[in-house]
């Protein structure tokens, strides 16, 4: 039977291409808000409404899948933005199997990116029907007849049938807030994409007479009510104060318990009803044990659903209890047990990582989908008041008929063509693979097959030999037989000889030899890193030095010097730069880069590179 009444859909897009923007559009232009209501979701300011993170507002990016419900008429509309990066691609694996239908968004100048790939791949797998919106039409180097062509040809690659291929297609500006499905004709509002929904995205086939089955695809928690399942209901009915038995997705066992409340999506809130029917999406309230992909069945007939695949992590990172000589002055320290269990709460609803214990009691290894995404999660402990420290990433190889394989990416640069040599010397240098380039106005387009491993730190120096203007998107490809001679950091790196606060005096002295990362009156510690040295060695300086007092003048002598401004690093950019030999040390008010042994003695004893 299908459900007439009710549509899913999912926005899928690579990152940047205005899947939250529009979504927002979409929200104002229901007719079930007033401005002033959204308006001051995002404090007072034509923001992004869906993006209610912190972290997602300063980064620019959708991190977390959002569930809002619209109407459109009699016809409730369960609408589902998901992450645009790569390394939240677990979120949008799982969130896919809510909807029935997606608004694939690609961008009017660039066209399809390495994401936009990967996100149509995924809904080709659960069965979706795609809906191509050709966004950001009002830009001046839109090519949308291009744009439409490499979509066609992107279908046609990833197998899509002659019913798929022949996909609908909007033009749309989310910014403005306008859509349109004929170039010929101007567009007003967003009225098409409504009307897509309603004529395009197929109705949830369901029985609602068959034993309950419920998939849980995400989890919430609340200081109220605990944690709180969301996801589709597939078979049956879910109801207030009702037994079911839970099916775990990892192992099959079950485990009975009761509903205490059952939450539908109204706008951007969750209501409380009596009970949700198969083909809506809800979020449920009371199952405290359930975890991402179990099956909430009927109590008397468990039935599990098929299991949630979710690709495996690409990159590790160790984890360790932050033991510096400044722990514990800007945050709390966490102790093994304490890491172990933030580490294990973050597990439930971050699908995408994996945990185990390091080689001591105070060290993990935690692995994830990018340094985006093992970012983030830093980043939050950080705004919890947690203190950690964290070694290099690495990347995760596997063993495949006898042979060492690496995960390799599909790397895509968009960078002015003044620039492009210096993008090509660069990504050649480090193993990439170049496949295609073209030329669109001012900028160029080139495209590479390059190992995971050479794209850590790849960035910033992309960014600095491009004057900032290189973009640069990549999503993951396969394993393939490792590659050697990836060169790693150039320069070694100023150590600090003690532990007492930089002078002005020591850094004039030092900048000769190097960048320094400290200012004058900066705390630094024995072992900490204080800058880059200009040669490949690394090198122990007195950054701390005072100036001897004497009772001589001369004239001059005292005369106002001038500093270099100190190189700052972001958590992402640290993380790109340390060595094997060295942690980032992550506080609530620092980032730190430090040697792995603090003393001079310690680490010629153990063979690190100085001199």
């Known amino acids: 039977m299908k459900r007439l009444d009710i549509r899913n859909v999912a926005v899928i897009a690579h990152v940047d291409h205005g899947k ?12 079930q808000f007033r401005s002033e209501e959204l308006d001051k979701l995002v404090g007072g300011q034509h923001g992004l409404i869906m993006d209610s993170n912190d972290q997602e507002r300063e980064r620019g990016i959708t991190i977390l899948a959002k569930n809002c419900g619209i109407r459109i008429g009699d016809v409730k509309v369960n609408l589902i933005d998901t992450p645009g990066h790569a390394d939240f691609g677990g979120e949008v694996e799982r969130i896919l199997r809510m909807a029935d239908g997606a608004f694939v ?14 996100v149509l791949r995924k809904a080709f797998a659960v069965g979706l029907k795609p809906i191509v919106v050709i966004n950001k039409i009002d830009r001046p180097d839109a090519r949308i007849d291009e744009v439409h062509s490499f979509m066609f040809d992107l279908f046609i690659e990833l197998g899509a049938d002659d019913e798929t291929a022949n996909f609908p297609v909007i033009y749309a500006s989310g910014r403005n807030g306008i859509a349109t499905t004929d170039m010929a004709v101007e567009p007003k509002n967003l009225g098409p994409l409504f009307d897509a929904i309603l004529e395009k995205v197929p109705p949830p ?5 068959a034993p309950l089955q419920m998939q849980v695809m995400a989890l919430q928690y609340s200081e109220f009510v605990g944690k709180i399942a969301v996801g589709r209901v597939f078979a049956g009915k879910i109801r207030k104060n009702q037994k079911v038995t839970v099916v775990r997705q ?12 059952v939450l539908e999506y109204d706008r951007l809130a969750q209501r409380e009803v009596e009970e949700i029917r198969a083909g809506d999406v809800c979020a449920v309230v009371g199952i405290d044990d359930a975890e991402i992909g179990d099956t909430i069945c009927e109590f008397d007939k468990p039935r599990a659903l098929p299991p949630l695949t979710i690709d495996e992590p690409t990159l590790d990172m160790l984890f360790k209890v932050n033991d510096s000589p400044f722990a514990g002055h800007s945050g709390k320290p966490l102790t093994s047990r304490e890491l172990r269990d933030r580490l294990e709460r973050e597990l439930h609803h971050n699908v995408a990582l994996r945990v185990k214990q390091g080689d001591r009691e105070s060290e993990f290894i935690v692995s994830g ?16 008041g947690s203190e950690v420290a964290v070694g290099k990433p690495r990347v995760i190889t596997k063993e495949i008929n006898g042979q060492k394989h690496e995960p390799f990416e599909h790397l895509v640069v ?3 063509s003044e620039h492009q040599n210096s993008v090509m010397r660069l990504v050649l240098e480090r193993q990439g693979d170049f496949q295609k380039m073209e030329n669109h106005r001012n900028t160029t387009h080139i495209e590479f097959h390059t190992p995971a491993r050479s794209l850590i730190g790849l960035r910033t120096r992309m960014l600095t030999a491009t004057q900032g203007t290189a973009i640069m998107h990549h999503n993951f490809l396969e394993y393939r037989p490792v590659k050697s001679g990836i060169p790693g950091r150039s320069a070694g790196v100023l150590i600090s000889l003690e532990t007492a606060k930089a002078t002005g005096y020591a850094i004039e002295a030092l900048q000769d030899r190097g960048m320094l990362f400290v200012s004058p009156q900066d705390a630094v510690y024995e072992g900490q890193i204080v800058g880059e040295h200009c040669r490949d060695n690394d090198l122990t300086v007195n950054v701390t030095r005072m100036k001897n007092l004497t009772n001589m003048r001369a004239s001059g002598s005292d005369k106002t010097v001038s500093l270099k401004p100190p190189k700052t690093f972001s958590l992402e950019m640290a993380l790109e730069y340390i060595e094997d030999d060295e942690l980032v040390e992550i506080t609530p008010d620092a980032i730190r880069m430090r040697k792995l042994y603090l003393k001079e003695s310690d ?3 153990h063979g690190r590179r100085e001199g």
Not at 20 to 31: A, E, F
Not at 105 to 118: I, K, W, Y
Not at 253 to 261: A, G, I, N
Not at 369 to 384: A, D, F, K, Q, Y
């Open 250 to 261: 990892k192992d099959g066992s079950t485990f009975p318990d009761t509903v205490v409340q």
């Open 369 to 384: 989908r990018g340094l985006l995404h093992l970012g983030v999660l830093l980043e939050t402990m950080r705004r919890e």
């Open 105 to 118: 968004l690609v961008d009017a100048a660039e066209g399809p990116l390495p994401q936009t790939r990967f």
């Open 414 to 416: 968009e960078v002015p």
């Open 20 to 31: 939250t923007t529009l979504v927002d559009q979409m929200l104002r232009q229901s007719g």
């Open 205 to 209: 086939d369901v029985d609602q007479t």
């Open 603 to 605: 680490r010629k004893r």
